[in-house]
């Protein structure tokens, strides 16, 4: 049975920091693509990092630069650093471990004001 552990979010002032953590147990993050999305109020869950098996990532426009997107493979665990936050990264953030349909994080709150 796949175990995924969020934890990491919080309330941070505009152009902090923020590193989110997904702890997987049951599954490998070495063998599988890891992703993190966001949803803010009112609008629809979108991807923010993918890292692929390969170790390639890809991230969405509005948070290249900002976000970094890494797995610790002996912790089994995915991270997200998020640096030069702004209030419109205020979301619930959920981690995902492969696709269709994958699994899911159980999502934290990052809120970002001042």
């Known amino acids: 049975q796949v175990q995924i552990v969020e934890s990491g979010g919080g309330l941070v002032q505009p152009g902090g920091s923020l590193r989110l953590s997904c702890e997987v147990s049951?599954?490998?993050?070495?063998?599988?693509?890891v992703s993190w999305y966001r949803q803010a109020p009112g609008a629809q869950r979108e991807m923010v990092a993918l890292l692929t098996v390969g170790g390639n990532a890809n991230y969405a426009a509005d948070v290249k630069g900002r976000f970094t997107i890494s797995g610790d493979n002996n912790k089994n665990t995915m991270y997200l650093q998020m640096n030069s936050l702004t209030p419109e990264d205020t979301a619930v953030y959920y981690c995902?471990?492969?696709?269709?349909?994958?699994?899911w994080g159980q999502g934290t709150q990052v809120t970002v004001s001042s």
């Open positions: 049951g599954e490998s993050i070495r063998t599988n693509p």
């Open positions: 995902r471990l492969g696709f269709s349909p994958g699994f």
